[in-house]
Structure formats: C-alpha cells, structure tokens
C-alpha cells in the first residue's frame, strides 16, 4: 500500500513540477512568468468549466484512459522505490512501464481522431511517424539497462550511477525523453504555433482537465523513471528535477526541426538502440 501513498505523493508534485518548467522557461525569456502553482489554478478553473458531450464516445473516453494509465505509471515507478515488498514487483514488469508510456500517446491519437479536428488529426499523424523510431529504441534502452546489470524487475534496480556502465543507451534515453516529454527540437507533435494545441485541440473543461494531469504525471514518470536508471534510487527525485531544468532550457533556447528530420533521426536512433542491445553500452 506504500506506493499508492507514494504515487499519490508523486501526482502531486508533477503538477509543481509543470509551475516550476514554466516558471524557468518564462525566465529564460527576461518575463516574471506565472506562479508556480499556477497549474493548479488552471485545473481548478477547468474542472469549475461546463462541457458539451460529443456524440462520438471515444473523445470522452479517452482523457478517463489517459489519467487511468498514467496513474498506473506512477504506481510502477513507485513501486521501484518501496522495494520487493511492493504489490507491482514482479518479472520484467520495466517492459510493462515502456508499453504503458507509449499506450498513453496511443489514447491521444484515438482521442485526436475522434475529435475531427484538421489539428488534432495532423498532430496525430506526426505522432505515427514518430512512433516508427522512438517505440523501438525507447523499448530497446530499458532492455538495455537491465540486461547490463542482470536485474529484471524495478523493485531490484538499485544500481547507482548506471550512466557510467552504459553512456550510449544512457544518451539515447534522454533524446528519446525529448519525445515523450513533447520538447524542442522534437516536439512537432504539439507544435502550437502550427497545430494549436496538437491532440487537446478539442478538448475542454473537466476533459482538458484529465488530460493535462496524465501529461504532468507521465513527465515526472519519464524523469523519475530515467533518474533511477542513470542515477540510483537515492538521486532519481533530484535527478527528475534536473531533468526538469535541462529540457526547459532545450524548450526555450531550440529551434524545432521538421517533421520529417525528427522522424529520421528517431530511425537513426532505433538503429544505434538495436546494435546498443547487442553491445550493452
């Protein structure tokens, strides 16, 4: 029961998490920027909101299956830090917590479909594209982690300074986190300025709401998730919070590239993956 506890812990602060990536890059661009709970405002004010029911039932279920998901997540990467004692530690349950990350993207494009939207639908077949090279190499850099060490379970990963072992798969973890966590250079998928709000450009209220929770949630699972692979369990948290730094310094200081060049250099980077898993570097 302590993950649960601990994941609950963990919603929490990826919603503090989100004020302070806003808060940094506002910074970054000479502006106060807002508070840094701001998100909770904007998501108290969201749920406040009214929404009209689509009659296309898949647009309302996604957001339900995303939040669902991500809470999943954060249960498994809890689970990491409780120990064998933990409820979720069983065999290779890591390729359990690869397949749940990209599910959540999954339910976005189900979402984005449904919804009819030239955006979202145009965010949608962006995040096809790009799932033909981070999918493979995301899955393939977890397996390398544990294979590296011998260990096959989460709740046993108690390896400080894993970077050192494995420096290759250590930098395609984080190029692949540009992705997951919708960062420039690589955040075609949700680039506002060109697709509005990509996959949530529908979306509203209590809906929208759910939504962006799953994202805060997933962001601090990827950091949290590649703070203890790289780092140990005892720096994941601090290493989360770095992680927050960098890609927000990346967000605001990268031009974003082409649909098409982000969609080549994630295949270059499932390839270098796929000779990595034979190598273990």
């Not at 701001?38 to 279920?61: E, M, R």
């Not at 949700?190 to 949530?200: H, K, M």
């Amino acid at each position: 029961m302590i993950e649960f506890v601990l994941a609950f812990a963990f919603i929490i602060i990826s919603i503090f998490f989100a004020g302070i990536f806003r808060k940094f890059i506002a910074r970054m661009h000479n502006r106060v920027g807002p508070p840094i709970i701001q998100p909770f405002y904007d998501l108290i004010k969201l749920f406040s909101k009214k929404t009209t029911k689509y009659k296309n039932p898949i647009f309302h279920a996604v957001p339900y299956a995303s939040i669902i998901t991500s809470i999943v997540i954060i249960i498994l990467i809890s689970s990491a830090f409780v120990g064998t004692d933990s409820l979720f530690d069983f065999d290779y349950n890591f390729l359990v917590l690869g397949y749940l990350f990209i599910l959540v993207d999954t339910f976005y494009i189900f979402g984005a479909v449904a919804s009819r939207s030239p955006f979202a639908i145009q965010s949608s077949m962006r995040e096809l594209l790009l799932m033909l090279g981070y999918e493979l190499s995301f899955m393939m850099v977890l397996s390398i982690f544990f294979a590296k060490t011998g260990i096959v379970s989460l709740a046993d990963f108690d390896v400080e300074f894993a970077f050192v072992q494995a420096p290759v798969a250590s930098i395609l973890l984080v190029l692949i986190g540009f992705v997951i966590v919708r960062i420039t250079p690589f955040d075609v998928v949700n680039a506002e300025t060109e697709l509005s709000a990509g996959f949530f450009a529908e979306y509203y209220g209590k809906d929208l709401a759910l939504l962006e929770i799953a994202e805060f949630i997933k962001d601090l699972a990827f950091g949290l998730m590649a703070g203890l692979l790289l780092f140990g369990k005892v720096f994941a948290l601090p290493a989360a919070l770095g992680f927050v730094f960098f890609y927000a310094l990346m967000q605001a200081t990268s031009p974003r590239y082409c649909t098409f060049r982000t969609a080549k250099i994630f295949l270059i980077i499932a390839i270098l993956a796929f000779i990595d898993l034979f190598l273990l570097v």
